[in-house]
């Protein structure tokens, strides 16, 4: 009944979705870097647009600009463009080293709530199997009462007509009643049996004869060769269990006696 969880990068368990993890670092990382080059155009340009507003305004002054000194405007503007890379490269690289960290610790989280959800699902796998166990056991005992129940009622309406049929239904509801580990039933049919054998020993060996030709021949031949050993022993047979087998046997030795005349 128990079956292991599949892959579990694959697999989505009370909601903790693993696959959606690597597109969620991906795409924080994506968003990042997409708004960065923005910046930089804009930082640039502005750059740009100061260093030609400062020409212009040096040239309105009248102002000379010489080689070096346009050089020297060039270099500074791709310096302070150099600094902001430079600049930019270092936060990228600790903000995506964050975000990494961020989103390893969000993954371990979601694994340790699997393993948490796949051991759930295990202690009600357990849980369920031990009920359906109990189940059984308990429909069991049901069926072997019936059965029992079944067997006394049918001794009880017998036992004046066919003492000895009646007698193998009072070892079938024992067997049953054994099974079952019911006290009462047990008690129930010692207490039958035993007038019933008190009445079989009080018959004459002509009126035993005439009980056994009407009787069915297929329950008589059943009862003579009754094994009290097939009978589970358990806590409420064992209490009834030697005068039980006393009684089968002395009636199976009056079966016998009697048919070989």
């Not at 340009?45 to 346009?70: E, K, P």
């Not at 009920?131 to 049901?142: G, I």
Request: charged share 20%; proline share 1%.
């Amino acid at each position: 009944m128990k079956q292991k969880l599949g892959n579990i990068s694959n697999s989505n368990v009370s909601g903790v979705n693993i696959n959606g993890n690597e597109n969620s670092i991906s795409n924080t990382i994506n968003t990042r870097h997409s708004k960065w080059p923005t910046l930089l155009s804009i930082l640039s340009f502005v750059s740009s647009v100061g260093v030609w507003v400062s020409l212009y305004f040096t040239i309105q002054h009248g102002t000379a600009i010489t080689n070096d000194s346009f050089i020297g405007a060039i270099g500074g503007l791709m310096g302070i463009c150099a600094t902001i890379i430079v600049g930019f490269q270092i936060y990228n690289f600790i903000d995506i080293s964050k975000k990494i960290q961020d989103s390893n610790n969000q993954y371990n989280n979601h694994i340790i709530q699997i393993s948490s959800k796949q051991q759930e699902l295990e202690a009600l796998i357990s849980q369920t199997k031990d009920e359906l166990k109990k189940s059984r056991s308990d429909n069991n005992l049901q069926f072997n009462f019936l059965q029992s129940y079944i067997n006394i009622v049918q001794a009880m309406v017998i036992s004046e007509k066919q003492p000895f049929s009646a007698f193998l239904s009072w070892y079938c509801a024992m067997k049953y009643a054994a099974i079952a580990n019911d006290h009462k039933l047990i008690t129930l049919i010692m207490y039958n049996l035993e007038k019933l054998y008190r009445d079989i020993k009080s018959f004459d060996d002509n009126k035993i004869s005439e009980y056994i030709k009407n009787d069915d021949n297929e329950n008589i031949r059943k009862a003579q060769s009754v094994r009290t050993k097939n009978i589970k022993i358990t806590n409420a047979y064992q209490e009834a269990q030697d005068r039980f087998e006393e009684i089968a046997s002395e009636i199976k030795e009056i079966i016998y006696k009697n048919q070989t005349k």
